[in-house]
């Protein structure tokens, strides 16, 4: 029987356990750069206790930590239609009632572990091996996180796999719990495609990402009754002279995106780019980004990819987002296009030793204390947000999705 040995206080524990949440919160990763920054809790923004700023892609909501249950859900107010009272006609009796729809996700613990080896494998390598192990521990989580908040967005966990992932395939018999919540495929009105296709079994070789692509999805967001929330993040001072949304494409798209795009044309974009961030010296522009149309377009860490040949599960012109599949004919890649509140990103407390923070880690010795294991734990679940709106259709919130073609070579 084994014997649980705790290395320090309680006090340290905690603390430790705090810091965990911290480093994982500010490490520069995909989903971190695109959640917003905690409100500040005066006035009206006590409302939001727990809940990072609505105007980014991904709202962080942390108020389970101090509440019981496997659930968070979050509302929405539709905005108002009624027809206005004109002249001296009688309003009285004429009002119309707050319409909302709800939304809500689970979460769930999640965990992994590393054995530090023993006494002679220390002894073998100048190397601490458990601090080693404590280094790798903290930003595993940051890369299975990013892995999860991709492929809810896309709605698709798609063929792609090499070393880089964490998250193993649809076909996984872990993969539905690691997700926690389920994954959905772009609603039919969300679902763009590359080129003249107008579904994913009928894009062709020639249907890749060029320029075009980002005016027609520029004149999709400008023709929509309900259009995604242009992205507000704090501290932008032309976030309401100037909104824009961020479309992320893969590393094929982006080849496919340069080598259609002229010198001069490129430039240009770079430009917008630049111009764009002056005095907002923001994450989400570092690195690969050029802009078009209010269109930020970044290249995604990883691909969303169908191989010739794969069924997709789409969904279906219908206002329950129904789904069918359709099977790809050529390689396809996904790529996202985001406005505010695409995603939920919810903690709960770990419990146990440390005073039950969103993260805890716990260190145990085996074998009469010769070897050391260590464990992080998380208590979180991402989901894609979703509403039936005003007109009874299910849409996705923030989130819109474009499918094209890409170069093989």
């Known amino acids: 029987m084994s014997t649980t040995v705790p290395t320090t206080a309680s006090i340290a524990v905690k603390l430790f356990n705090a810091a965990l949440f911290l480093e994982a919160s500010r490490r520069p990763s995909f989903a971190n750069i695109q959640t917003g920054a905690a409100p500040s809790l005066s006035g009206e923004a006590r409302k939001a206790k727990g809940q990072t700023a609505a105007g980014a892609p991904i709202v962080r909501v942390t108020d389970l930590s101090t509440s019981a249950g496997d659930e968070v859900s979050v509302d929405i107010f539709h905005q108002l239609r009624q027809k206005p009272v004109m002249g001296d006609k009688l309003i009285e009796g004429k009002g119309t009632n707050l319409k909302y729809a709800s939304f809500s996700l689970k979460i769930d613990q999640g965990r992994t572990l590393v054995d530090a080896g023993g006494r002679m494998s220390q002894q073998r390598t100048k190397h601490n091996l458990k601090l080693t192990a404590k280094t790798l521990l903290s930003p595993y989580y940051n890369r299975l996180a990013d892995q999860i908040c991709l492929v809810h967005l896309a709605g698709a966990r798609g063929d792609h796999y090499d070393a880089d992932w964490i998250l193993p395939t649809d076909d996984d018999v872990d993969f539905d719990e690691i997700m926690v919540n389920p994954v959905t495929p772009p609603t039919f009105d969300r679902h763009m495609y ?42 932008d001072p032309m ?137 992080i734990a998380w208590m979180n679940g991402k989901a894609k947000i979703r509403f039936k709106g005003t007109d009874g259709r299910v849409n996705d919130h923030g989130v819109m999705v474009l499918d094209t073609a890409v170069s093989t070579t």
């Open 194 to 235: 590359g080129g003249d296709a107008t579904a994913i079994d009928s894009i062709d070789a020639a249907d890749k990402f060029t320029l075009a692509a980002v005016d027609r999805a520029r004149l999709v967001l400008d023709e929509m009754a309900f259009p995604l929330q242009p992205l507000r993040f704090e501290g």
């Open 239 to 375: 976030a309401e002279d100037s909104p824009f949304h961020v479309m992320w494409i893969t590393p094929r798209q982006w080849y496919d995106f340069w080598t259609s795009t002229s010198g001069s044309d490129w430039r240009a974009l770079q430009a917008n780019a630049f111009e764009r961030r002056k005095d907002f010296n923001h994450p989400i522009f570092k690195g690969d980004a050029v802009m078009w149309n209010n269109v930020l377009v970044k290249k995604q860490p990883r691909p969303i990819r169908f191989n010739a040949g794969t069924n997709v599960t789409v969904c279906t012109n219908t206002d329950v987002a129904g789904t069918e599949q359709k099977t790809a004919g050529v390689r396809i890649e996904r790529a996202i296009l985001l406005g505010a509140q695409a995603m939920a990103d919810a903690f709960g407390s770990t419990g146990g030793k440390g005073g039950g923070y969103y993260f805890g880690m716990n260190e145990e010795t085996k074998d009469h204390g010769n070897r050391h294991e260590m464990s």
